[in-house]
């Protein structure tokens, strides 16, 4: 594949309802889509990044800069482009930016689904035609709200409830869930780093709930703490934050931090690399999940190509157009096919088509390179 032109489009989209999470609250997606141009066909990506460096160091003003400045010169730096798992390797001599990496990483990889004529799902190797999928609901003023929400969603037939807690606002609200809505729902947390390993008797006040599983409950950066706090807990520790390599990944499992990893495509710099995480946890028996980062359509697109290989063997947090938009970027939105499931497409690349009119009202700016260096 020869490179013609990249576009980067800045859009602004706000959220239905706040979202907040142990690290802030959110009002709005603000994120790039990179478009890749090859000939007649075009490969389209989003960046998973937030207007602040809350999540992981990474914002979508530091992804467009490293866009600019090093990867896009870099990516018209190879004459012809054969496979998409070239783009990991040409990164690698940048440190980190996995978010920045991963937007040129998934819009080459809808590009060569869609030149080789296969669906996304079917290049990275994933067979399945429909996929479970769950919701994550953020922290609420009271636990009243939280319960509404789960409710909604049960009633919607999403597989998987997830619910952020922090210190504070935990133990009760696994339990009024439990009271109201069973034992059998399937039902997790994710405290986004809030707790220490001084934490660990309220942690373990959570193992009665018989939750799927906690999420990334230390820090950010740790592994080895998580792999103490494993120790003491029966309910299963699933990492998010500290696993942005295939390496990471190997470490964790080791070292016996967690027994779930949730793969983010962002996070981890691409769709090569999350491909990895997947092939190594399978063969070390740690089921994945895919993550959210309250993307649009196009993100979310990708989402469900990857979950579609068969170690994605538990719902993961990529619920419909309507969780989070009024309206999306994509034609047709997502929609639950039947109750939480969602139809992989097997159209060419990621298919979903773009809606120019709901992109126009969202963009706030756009840019376009093309490859100087080639002569035409
Ligand atoms: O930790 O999984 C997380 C959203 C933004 C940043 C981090 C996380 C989340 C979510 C929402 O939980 C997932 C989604 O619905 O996209
Ligand atoms: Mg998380």
Known sequence: MNIDKVEISRLK??????FETSFGRLTFKDFLVVSIHSGDFVGYAESASLPYPIYNEETTGTVSYILKEFLI????????????????????PIRRNNMAKAVIDGAVWDLYAKHQGISLATALGGDKKEIDVGVSIGIEATVGKVLEKVERFIAEGYKKIKVKIKPGHDIEVVRAIREQFGPDVPLMADANSAYSLDDAPILKQLDQFNLIMIEQPLAHDDIIDHAKLQKQLSTPICLDESIHSVEDARKAIELGSCKIINIKVGRVGGLTEAKKIHDLCKSNNIPVWCGGML???IGRAHNIALSALDNFSIPGDTSASDRYWAYDIVMPEIMLSQPGRLQVPDSPGIGYEINTSVFEQYLISKEHFTNELIVK
């Open 73 to 92: 010169p870099k990516l018209f730096s190879v004459e012809r482009i054969k496979h998409p798992t070239e783009i990991h390797r040409l990164f690698q």
């Open 13 to 18: 989209m706000p959220l239905k309802q706040p």
């Open 295 to 297: 993307e649009a359509g």
